[in-house]
């Protein structure tokens, strides 16, 4: 019993440090103030519940600071990661329909591939738009349609590694990570960014 | 911004137990042994009413040796204003649904 006692005061203690390194310098008196609290925790399993909320205050807080330093990206920043992450995509896109202008596809397969890659078009005139645009914050239709778009996306290109595999991991990682990953995160990141600016146009 | 917000319940129970005794200074786990609210949800309402100036946290040493200091809240009087201001909303928005709910 009494081991177990000095155990989970242990875990406590390590859990409560742990909280402590995840929070934002600018909140070290908070971090103390957790850390010193646990000497007045009684010495059972509440200190261990204690500290794992100390760990979840943290990881909201430096989350919070994270959004912060987010939406205060210049604007500048933000359209060169959109840049880089649709604009491949968006040539793809481009040659897709060239090839199949010029009969390098069957429709359907022609079809298929521009289906997945339109994202890198829309994509980048969704994020341009809401970027340099005063009108506001992108509409929850349009942030749907480019979630659905990229999730259609990462799917068609999977299912095309699966069915036409590829010889070694070194031939496609270079393509899933231009073609899939990079659209996905911008993507993410617009929700992200727009998610909050509506919020704040709600509230204001 | 977050200002025109209405404050969330936990924010609520927390004002409920700091106006009792505005005063008082009050530590983290007494706080969260009042309100019920646990270390997660508590402190980072503690940390936006302190960056709001609605709370007030100093560090007293503790009366025994060898023990660390301990950080204690209190509303400050904008905050204990704002605290009364709040509550009375959330009774009155209550009583304002509860007739309608009750004959629904």
């Not at chain 1, 010193?36 to 989350?63: F, H, K, Q």
């Not at chain 1, 070694?168 to 996905?184: C, K, M, Q, T």
């Not at chain 2, 100093?58 to 040796?65: E, F, G, I, L």
């Amino acid at each position: 019993m009494n081991s177990l006692r000095v155990l989970s005061g242990r875990v406590a203690r390590s859990l409560v440090k742990h909280a402590a390194m995840a929070l934002p310098k600018e909140r070290g008196d908070w971090a103390q103030a957790m850390i010193n609290e646990l000497d007045y925790l009684p010495p059972d399993l509440s200190g261990v519940s204690w500290a794992l909320g100390c760990i979840y205050a943290a990881y909201s807080e430096r989350t919070r600071t994270m959004i912060r330093s987010f939406e205060s990206l210049p604007r500048w920043v933000l359209a060169l990661e959109m840049l880089v992450c649709f604009v491949p995509l968006t040539l793809l896109f481009a040659s897709v329909i060239l090839t199949g202008l010029h009969g390098g596809f069957t429709l359907p397969v022609c079809l298929l591939y521009c289906s997945g890659a339109v994202l890198g078009p829309l994509g980048l005139l969704a994020a341009l738009r809401s970027i340099f645009s005063k009108s506001g914050a992108m509409s929850r239709v349009a942030m749907a349609g480019l979630c659905l778009l990229t999730a259609w996306n990462l799917a068609a290109y999977s299912a095309q590694i699966l069915t036409f595999g590829q010889s070694h991991w070194s031939d496609w990682w270079r393509e899933i990570v231009i073609i899939a990953v990079l659209p996905a995160l911008a993507v993410i990141h617009l929700v992200f960014i727009n998610t909050h600016r509506r919020g704040s146009l709600i509230a204001a | 911004m977050d200002r025109n917000r209405r404050s969330s319940a936990h924010t609520l129970a927390l004002f409920a137990v700091l106006t009792k005794r505005p005063q008082t200074w009050q530590y983290g786990y007494q706080l969260s042994q009042l309100t019920g609210l646990k270390s997660g949800t508590l402190y980072p309402i503690l940390m936006r009413l302190c960056d709001r100036g609605l709370l007030e946290s100093k560090w007293q040493p503790s009366p025994q040796r060898g023990r660390p200091q301990r950080h204690m809240y209190r509303l400050t009087d904008a905050g204990a204003v704002f605290a009364r201001n709040e509550s009375r909303r959330n009774s009155a928005e209550r009583t304002q649904i509860e007739p309608a709910g009750r004959y629904a």
